[in-house]
């Protein structure tokens, strides 16, 4: 098993940054590869970023390339999305999600989730 719990969500205006972490707990953080998604209610849950477990190679929906980032540290077991310039429809709650195996960007992919937080992002 392994335990994903998320923080930095809040309230922002457009425009403005907002850095989630995600830390793991449970089994070797380093064998996992992990990604960042989003859902809104009424919504199918979309994919925001991925990492490989090494961090060598990343992943972004089209809608957030050049304005997000995400990063691992797995001496810290944590994995990050830094989010600059956000939108009001980025609006949603954001979460961490982790797999073994080959990279994904399908959410039904992964094996493990954290409880998400929320970002809502104000006109």
């Known amino acids: 098993q392994v335990q994903l719990i998320e923080s930095g969500g809040g309230l922002v205006q457009a425009g403005d940054s907002l850095r989630l972490s995600c830390v793991a707990s449970?089994?070797?953080?380093?064998?996992?590869?992990m990604g960042w998604f989003r859902q809104t209610p009424g919504k199918e849950r979309e994919f925001v970023a991925a990492?490989?477990?090494?961090?060598?190679?990343?992943y972004y929906a089209d809608s957030v390339k050049g304005r997000f980032t995400i990063s691992r540290d797995n001496a810290k077991n944590t994995v990050y999305l830094q989010m600059n310039s956000l939108k009001p429809e980025e609006t949603a709650v954001y979460y961490c999600?982790?797999?073994?195996?080959?990279?994904?960007?399908?959410?039904?992919?992964?094996?493990?989730w954290g409880q998400g937080t929320q970002v809502t992002v104000s006109s």
């Open positions: 999600a982790a797999k073994a195996g080959s990279i994904n960007t399908a959410s039904r992919a992964y094996n493990y």
């Open positions: 449970g089994r070797t953080f380093s064998n996992y590869n």
């Open positions: 990492i490989r477990w090494s961090g060598d190679s990343t």
